[in-house]
T-cell receptor, first 115, second 113 residues
Framework: GAVVSQHPSRVICKSGTSVKIECRSL??????MFWYRQFPKQSLMLMATSNEGSKATYEQGVEKDKFLINHASLTLSTLTVTSAHPEDSSFYIC???????????FGSGTQLSVL | DAKTTQPTSMDCAEGRAANLPCNHSTISGNEYVYWYRQIHSQGPQYIIH???NNETNEMASLIITEDRKSSTLILPHATLRDTAVYYCIVRVGGGNTGNQFYFGTGTSLTVIP
């Protein structure tokens, strides 16, 4: 099946700093990628839809200035958590599919810990 | 997209079939049923999906009722590695649907030795 690579797998940062997470589709092109957040013992929550060459679409309640998304190519989307605070500590997961009618493939996730 | 309802947790003896139910009583005619699972601290893994016919692959079988208001995921011979949270998702397929997958609470399956 298609492969989605996410990096880094784990990051620890100080409060107030920014952190960038990369999501790559390795063997297919993706005009759309998706970013999820998951808190311990909770389900995945869709944060935003990343669109290649245009602005991301954010779900209700997600701060677009806090979570900057860039989808500069058909194989790469990045999520930047700006001015991170301890409450931003979470598991972040990206996903993509080769076409709109295909199943989603997920990255392995990034565990962000903000001290 | 339609909402799904799943039991919070289930146990299954190793080697036995695990039957995980999902209720999607408000499903529309063009919505597919997808199943994913998530092992702790990993990204979700695709299992199977279907529209109205029963489906089978190397991982599992998907049984969809004739009225499509519910479905059952069957793991024929559960192993300890099948312990995970299983998510049932319905979404519209085809066209410019945006392809969003919204996850519900899922079922935490524990396979017991």
């Amino acid at each position: 099946g298609a492969v989605v690579s996410q990096h880094p797998s784990r990051v620890i940062c100080k409060s107030g700093t920014s952190v960038k997470i990369e999501c790559r589709s390795l063997d297919f092109q993706a005009t759309t990628m998706f970013w999820y957040r998951q808190f311990p013992k909770q389900s995945l929550m869709l944060m935003a839809t990343s669109n290649e060459g245009s602005k991301a679409t954010y779900e209700q309640g997600v701060e677009k200035d806090k979570f900057l998304i860039n989808h500069a190519s058909l194989t790469l989307s990045t999520l930047t958590v700006t001015s991170a605070h301890p409450e931003d500590s979470s598991f972040y997961i990206c996903s993509a599919s080769p076409s709109t009618n295909e199943k989603l493939f997920f990255g392995s996730g990034t565990q962000l810990s903000v001290l | 997209d339609a909402k799904t309802t799943q039991p919070t947790s289930m146990d299954c003896a190793e080697g036995r079939a695990a039957n995980l139910p999902c209720n999607h009583s408000t499903i529309s005619g063009n919505e597919y049923v997808y199943w994913y699972r998530q092992i702790h601290s990993q990204g979700p893994q695709y299992i199977i999906h279907g529209l109205k016919n029963n489906e089978t692959n190397e991982m599992a079988s998907l049984i969809i009722t004739e009225d499509r208001k519910s479905s059952t995921l069957i793991l024929p011979h559960a192993t300890l590695r099948d312990t995970a949270v299983y998510y049932c998702i319905v979404r519209v397929g085809g066209g410019n649907t945006g392809n969003q997958f919204y996850f519900g609470t899922g079922t935490s399956l524990t396979v017991i030795p």
